[in-house]
C-alpha cells in the first residue's frame, strides 16, 4: 500500500463525531470498508464506528502507549508505520 488516503476520509473522521454530516458518515463508511483490520465484521458495526471513530496524526518517536499500560482506545495505521515490540509494521489495505 502507498502512504496515498483519501483526503475526504481524513477530512471527515477530522470532524467532531456528535457533528458528522450523513455524507460525512457515508465517506468514512466506504473508508472503513476498505481496510483489512475491519474486513471481518459485519455492516452494522462499520456503520456504527461510523460514529465514534476519529482521526489522530503523529509526529516521528512519538509513544502513543507503552508495554503494561492499559489502552483505552483502538488504532488503526492508515500511512507511516509503526514500531511494535521490535518489529516495524506498514499499514495494509484490502
Known sequence: MTDYVDPHFVR???RDPDRRSPQELQVIHYGLQGLEALACYRDSLLRALCRTVRYERHDANDVLYYTGE???CWYI????SVFIDGSMYLPRSR
Open 12 to 14: 471527515a473522521l477530522s
Open 70 to 72: 492499559l489502552s483505552t
Open 77 to 80: 495505521l492508515l500511512s507511516g
